[in-house]
């Protein structure tokens, strides 16, 4: 995709969606990083049922010990691979008292060691709790990446490669969010809505599903500048952004859950 093109697609997603989020529910860092590890190969929509029940009672990491692996199992015991998941966590909040005074590192190389812990996590640790300007690929934005002809690669990490070398750097702080919610709600992995999608005129993907050429609408064919998006695509992903912004609503707990402004 050329770089006039690459801008184009990043503007429309900032114009539908300035400030994305996380879906996983937490107030501090920790808490997100315990998401993130819960939410290997599971929903956020499983983990953050979870961890509204957790964290009231542990959300800290000497919390997290003190509730032992039969304490904690009990609270994550609905997510998939959970045993292997809560040896990682005590193992890593006994590093985080041992060697970072029970706070979450900011610096990459430190984040992956921790057990539980790799490239993608950390990555999204760094991203959504400290602001960092980094590209967390996930299953959803390898497969955005490569259809839209943004970020052809073979495996994640080429795919984030080319996606840091490419994504303008005013973009960066978001393009993971941006990508990962269109690959959630739009360009699906069985079945992408492209009638419904904001881009399709720069998407590169060749088994489009698409309505009768009659139908489309006209904005789709001219290459339409973020002003005239076809009113349709953006009532659809705006309503996506809704549903999940309302799917993060936390339990109320007498504090403020507080969501960093993403396919993880």
């Not at 996380?22 to 590890?37: G, K, N, Q, R």
């Not at 303008?168 to 702080?173: F, S």
């Not at 990962?180 to 009638?195: D, V």
Request: aromatic fraction near 4%; include cysteine.
């Amino acid at each position: 995709m050329k770089p006039a093109k690459v801008r184009e697609l990043f503007e429309r997603f900032k114009a539908l969606n300035p400030e994305p989020v996380t879906e996983l529910e937490h107030s501090t860092p920790f808490e997100l990083l315990i998401a993130v590890i819960l939410s290997a190969q599971a929903t956020d929509k499983g983990v953050n049922i979870a961890t509204r029940k957790l964290f009231p009672v542990a959300n800290t990491p000497q919390a997290m010990l003190d509730l032992g692996s039969e304490g904690l199992t009990g609270y994550v015991k609905s997510i998939g691979l959970y045993p292997g998941k809560v040896k990682n966590i005590l193992a890593t909040c006994r590093i985080l008292l041992d060697k970072h005074g029970g706070q979450v590192p900011r610096d990459f190389a430190a984040l992956e060691e921790l057990p539980g812990v790799g490239r993608k996590t950390a990555n999204v640790v760094l991203n959504s709790a400290f602001q960092q300007p980094t590209m967390p690929v996930d299953t959803h934005i390898f497969r955005v990446a490569n259809r839209l002809g943004l970020a052809r690669g073979k495996n994640p990490r080429e795919v984030e490669d080319l996606l840091v070398e490419r994504v303008p750097a005013e973009y960066m702080l978001h393009a993971h969010h941006w990508l990962l919610l269109h690959g959630r709600y739009i360009c699906k992995a069985r079945m992408p809505e492209c009638p419904r999608c904001p881009v399709l005129d720069l998407c590169g993907y060749e088994a489009k599903t698409l309505p009768p050429a009659e139908d489309l609408p006209l904005a789709h064919a001219a290459a339409p500048r973020v002003a005239k998006v076809t009113k349709r695509a953006t009532a659809i992903v705006r309503k996506a952004a809704a549903v999940a912004k309302k799917s993060r609503t936390p339990v109320s707990r007498g504090r403020s859950r507080k969501t960093s402004r993403s396919a993880r």
